[in-house]
């Protein structure tokens, strides 16, 4: 329990790496200018207006993330407000720890194929 991480010695964690044939994220200037061209285009919450609600977006989302595979390109960004995103991420967090773990959750209440957003809910 020297490390800090308090876990023992027979018990380290593993240390994260990212995988070699992770795709790589656009930074910088370029997704500023993305970001800008995909609200003009979608101006509002893609998840909210399949609610019938009204919801200025600004995030820029990956439908399927990067971490499955998703690429990071205009076929596969949707635009979302901040609860729509903060919830598919967090259920996407979710699955992602089931993978490594081998136990798979569905996400339950919120996120795309639910019929309540965050805001909705008060979460």
Not at 77 to 91: G, R, W
Request: charged residues 35%; proline residues 6%; glycine residues 10%.
């Amino acid at each position: 329990m020297r490390d800090g991480s308090g876990r023992c010695v027979r018990h380290p964690r593993e240390q994260w790496v990212k995988r070699p044939d992770a795709t790589k994220r656009i930074t910088g200037r370029k997704l500023q200018r993305l970001r800008k061209e995909l609200f003009e285009r979608e101006p509002l919450c893609v998840l909210c207006r399949e609610r019938g609600l009204v919801t200025l977006a600004t995030e820029r989302d990956h439908r399927v993330p990067l971490a499955e595979g998703g690429a990071d390109d205009d076929s596969n960004v949707q635009a979302l407000c901040s609860p729509c995103h903060e919830a598919k991420s967090l259920a996407e967090a979710v699955r992602g720890r089931g993978r490594c773990t081998g136990l798979v959750h569905e996400g339950r209440g919120v996120g795309p194929k639910s019929r309540e957003t965050p805001a909705e809910t008060g979460r």
